[in-house]
């Protein structure tokens, strides 16, 4: 929470406020697209900061957060790609208990998140959202 401190001089400062929300999307199919702008949209304006920084984090390594046009043709078209980059059941390690613990078979999720760089997510399952925003 920002506040009001003083200087040396007596001369009243804005302190950093430091807001912090979590939000939860359930996605519905092995390979989605969310538009989540306006979560975020309506994060920010609660958190009264005039500037500062915003940071979105999922909470998830087989979710992706990526910033892009959400148009239909386009949403289509990385759908696409990243199925065709990174196809299911490809004999990945990560899906053979002889190499790994994981029961889940999601090689392919964790594969597609990384090429994203952290909207791609193997559902359906519910997703949280991290939200941070630091400024006065």
Do not use: M, P, W, Y
């Given at each position: 929470m920002a506040g009001r401190a003083r200087d040396e001089g007596g001369k009243a400062v804005e302190t950093l406020?430091?807001?912090?929300?979590?939000?939860t999307m359930l996605s519905e199919n092995h390979t989605q697209v969310l538009d989540i702008?306006?979560?975020?949209?309506?994060i920010m304006?609660?958190?009264d900061v005039k500037e500062g920084i915003l940071l979105v984090n999922s909470l998830h390594t087989t979710?992706?957060?990526f910033v892009n046009?959400?148009?239909?043709?386009?949403?289509?078209?990385?759908k696409t790609m990243i199925q065709s980059l990174v196809t299911e059941n490809n004999g990945y390690r990560h899906d053979d208990p002889r190499y790994s613990d994981c029961e889940r078979g999601n090689?392919?999720?964790?594969?597609?998140?990384?090429?994203?760089?952290?909207s791609v997510a193997d559902g359906p399952r519910p997703r949280?959202?991290?939200?941070?925003?630091m400024g006065v």
């Open positions: 406020k430091v807001v912090r929300k979590t939000f702008t306006k979560q975020i949209r309506d304006l609660s958190a979710c992706a957060l046009e959400f148009q239909g043709a386009l949403i289509e078209d990385v090689a392919h999720s964790h594969l597609r998140a990384a090429l994203l760089g952290r949280n959202i991290d939200v941070q925003i």
